[in-house]
């Protein structure tokens, strides 16, 4: 199947008279290279279910119709939501029955909202909203197993980043909390138009159980967030609010297992979970 190029691309985009917007991280990949290679390192079989958030004009889905059993896409665009099924029906006629699209903002969609329930995310995700959205499909979608997504460079290495590491932050340990991730690869600016600032990465997530926990994913989450929010304090203040006062913030540190003295980028979604586990708020 032929996919979309920088003329197509440009072309559809004057015929329905698209000004590519920075609000809605409005990059369309111009490069078969790079969809195709976005497909294959996603690993997706002939009985998958793919959600793609943000198809744009259509580079992504056109390659991955071509390999899955249906894909549902999810854009916030109305002008791009009604143009997809058309670009398909010229482009792809052979897999047109197996698209459904959804106009909807994918930080509000439900699984009520989708056609079918997805096994596998693949994206080209708006730049702006990238994590949030990973974070909430893993959240709605517990039939979602993996994930392959494009991001901004610097964000595909948060995501990725390990304990210990020094831009290991609030997406890391959240991401950590639904997925194994990995970087899978860098993809350079020249594939979009019109080009961003910025490089960018691909990331694979595999869904994996959450840590064995008495606490709620909200309650651990809690504890991230705090403990980000004053990265370079250790965890006994960074903590203090959270737990009503410092030591208070000791003591559930300590019944963790944790060292007050420690800073959030050290720990693990795993010792995360415990200290939730001896929080003061339940
Ligand atoms: N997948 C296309 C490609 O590779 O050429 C376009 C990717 S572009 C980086 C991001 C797309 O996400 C745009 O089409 C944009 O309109 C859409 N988008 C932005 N915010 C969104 C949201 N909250 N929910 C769904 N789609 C969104």
Redesign the pocket.
């Known amino acids: 199947m032929s996919l979309l190029g920088p003329v197509e691309v440009r072309s559809l985009a004057e015929k329905l008279n698209i000004r590519p917007t920075k609000k809605?991280?409005?990059?369309?990949?111009i490069d078969g290279g790079t969809?195709r290679k976005i497909v294959r390192v996603a690993g997706v079989t002939p009985e998958d279910v793919v959600i793609?958030?943000?198809?744009?004009?259509g580079?992504?889905?056109l390659a991955l119709l071509g390999e899955v059993a249906r894909v549902v896409a999810?854009?916030?665009?109305p002008v791009?939501a009604a143009q997809l099924p058309v670009t398909v029906a010229e482009k792809a006629p052979e897999h047109a029955d197996r698209l459904s699209v959804v106009a909807?903002?994918?930080?509000r969609i439900n699984l009520d909202d989708l056609p079918a329930e997805p096994t596998a995310l693949v994206?080209?995700?708006?730049?702006n909203?990238s994590v949030p959205?990973v974070l909430h499909l893993l959240e709605i979608l517990p039939s979602l197993r993996r994930g392959l997504v494009m991001v901004q460079a610097e964000v595909a290495d948060r995501l990725a980043a390990p304990p210990g590491s020094k831009i290991y932050g609030v997406p890391s340990v959240k991401a950590a909390w639904y997925a194994e991730v990995r970087r899978a690869g860098p993809v350079g600016r020249n594939v979009f138009w019109p080009a961003p600032n910025v490089d960018s990465g691909l990331v694979s997530l595999v869904r994996r159980d959450p840590p064995p926990t008495s606490a709620t994913r909200e309650q651990v989450f809690a504890v991230v967030d705090a403990a980000f929010a004053q990265r370079r304090k250790t965890l006994r203040a960074a903590l203090a609010s959270w737990a009503g006062t410092a030591s208070a913030a000791e003591h559930a540190l300590t019944e963790a297992g944790i060292n007050p003295s420690e800073r959030g980028e050290q720990l693990s979604v795993l010792d995360f979970a415990k200290i939730a586990e001896h929080g003061p708020i339940r």
Do not use: K, R
């Open positions: 809605l991280g409005q990059n369309f990949v969809v793609e958030i943000g198809p744009g004009l580079s992504l889905t999810v854009e916030i665009d791009l909807a903002d994918a930080l994206a080209n995700l708006p730049y909203v959205v």
